[in-house]
């Protein structure tokens, strides 16, 4: 069996879906993207396709490695959020090749199903408590919520105070055992991050994530000493070199690697076994389309340590699409009492709706996420 194409379509809301074709007629799907920078992304796609046009879709694991180390310059999100695409195609061709899910080929499942939370709320959080009691009432037993705006690298404690009232009254409107994730999206910074960890103790969180910035993280230790809250880490790191420091420092509790940002199965797999000889949960990120999610399920099948997936079902950033409208199986992902079945399909174990995909692809975006700024006028996280 050879490669024979690549194909790369921008679909609303803010996604970049992969075909790759192979003469015996079996398609891989993948789903390579930056938010934001979908584009980029696509034309990286593309420069690695002329490497993997009349090769052996099969032959997976030796791909990678060229696609990485063939480059003097790798690593990244653009380079490896492409390679993570593509990997995600090849374990799909190669499911359907042998007719068996990707997660039989990986060693089989360790669970039927996993834990899921649902996003509450926008990039404000206000007004989030009815919300969250309509999110648990469908089903959900956690949920995840941003849990701050724009913070200054020192800032006032109106904000701080904020920020507790906001989860406050989110855990009261949920109760003392629904699991709550506060995304601090890296929008604070060190000095103020130790006080609001501190200050967020009382109300039992499932897990802090982002607290700094990655590139900041010799800041976790100060915040670990401050609370015993689990803190969560990984949506923007892009490979296991990137997470071999952060295991080693010893202050991460759960890594989130992104299965489109972070080489793909191949190499989250990795990242999932080292997490896992650290005593270290596993968490993917995934606020993006159906072929990424079926990714993830396919690492939380095998992967003993992960124990809850992100998903994007009715995220506030899907207007106009939604993660079922691409898919022709739309009960692939089946919700129950707060968990998802793992796919049991060939490949990754989706229908992808090709037609629609097409369709879709006329309108395209061009998803960029919103600039703020401080009081003051200099530019604020996101």
Known sequence: MKITKLTTYIVPPRWLFLKIETDEGIVGWGEPVVEGRALTVEAAVHELADYLIGKDPLMIEDHWQVMYRGGFYRGGAI????????????????????????????????????????????????????????????????????GAEEMQIVDSNDKIDAIVATIGTVRDAVGP???IGADFHGRVHRPMAKVLARELEPFRLMFIEEPVLSENREALKEIANHC?????LGERLYSRWDFKSVLADGYVDILQPDLSHAGGITECRKIAAMAEAYDVALAPHCPLGPIA??????????????????QSLGIHYNKGNDILDYISNKEVFQYADGFVSIPQGPGLGIEVDEAYVIERAKEGHRWRNPVWRHADGSVAEW
């Open 293 to 310: 999610l079926a990714a993830c399920l396919q690492i939380d099948a095998v992967s003993y340590n992960a124990f809850i997936q992100e």
């Open 177 to 179: 055992y629904i699991g």
């Open 228 to 232: 015993s809250t689990p803190i969560a």
């Open 79 to 146: 380079h490896m959020s492409a390679l993570a695409g593509i990997d995600q195609a090849l374990w799909d061709i190669k499911g359907k090749a042998y007719g068996q899910p990707v997660h039989a080929l990986l060693g089989g499942q360790v669970r039927d199903r996993i834990k899921v939370y649902s996003w509450i709320g926008g990039d404000r959080p206000a007004d989030v408590a009815r919300n969250a009691r309509d999110i648990v009432a469908s089903g959900f037993k956690a949920l995840k919520l941003n």
